[in-house]
C-alpha cells in the first residue's frame, strides 16, 4: 500500500532549511549538473525569507510517503470466504 503524510517544518533560517535537505540526501537530479555560485545561493535564500518568514520560522513542506508490500506464500493464513462468519457486527462504536 502506499501512504502520505504532509509535514512542514518552520527553519531559523533559508540556509539551514538547505543543510537540512542536503542532509536527507536532496539534489539537483541532473545528469549535467553543476554547483550554483554562493551569491546565488544566497541571493535565493534571501528572497525565500522575505517571501515566506513567519513568525515560527522559515517554513518547508515536505511529503513523506510510505510504500509497503507483500508476496503470497504458503505459510500465510488463508482469508475465509465471504460469509462465512459466524459473528455480526451491528456496532462501529470507538
Given amino acids: 500500500g502506499i501512504d502520505m503524510d504532509t509535514v512542514t517544518i518552520h527553519f531559523s533560517s533559508a ?20 554547483h550554483l555560485p554562493r551569491e546565488t545561493v544566497l541571493a535565493a535564500a534571501a528572497i525565500y525569507e522575505a517571501m515566506h518568514r513567519v513568525e515560527e ?29 459466524s459473528h455480526v457486527r451491528t456496532s462501529l462504536a470507538c
Fill in 15 to 34: 540556509m539551514e532549511c538547505m543543510h537540512a535537505m542536503q542532509g536527507m540526501g536532496e539534489a539537483n537530479a541532473l545528469a549535467q549538473r553543476r
Fill in 57 to 85: 520560522g522559515v517554513p518547508a513542506t515536505f511529503q513523506v510517503i510510505y510504500l509497503s508490500g507483500w508476496a503470497p506464500h504458503e505459510s500465510q493464513q488463508k482469508p475465509k470466504k465471504p460469509g462465512s462468519t
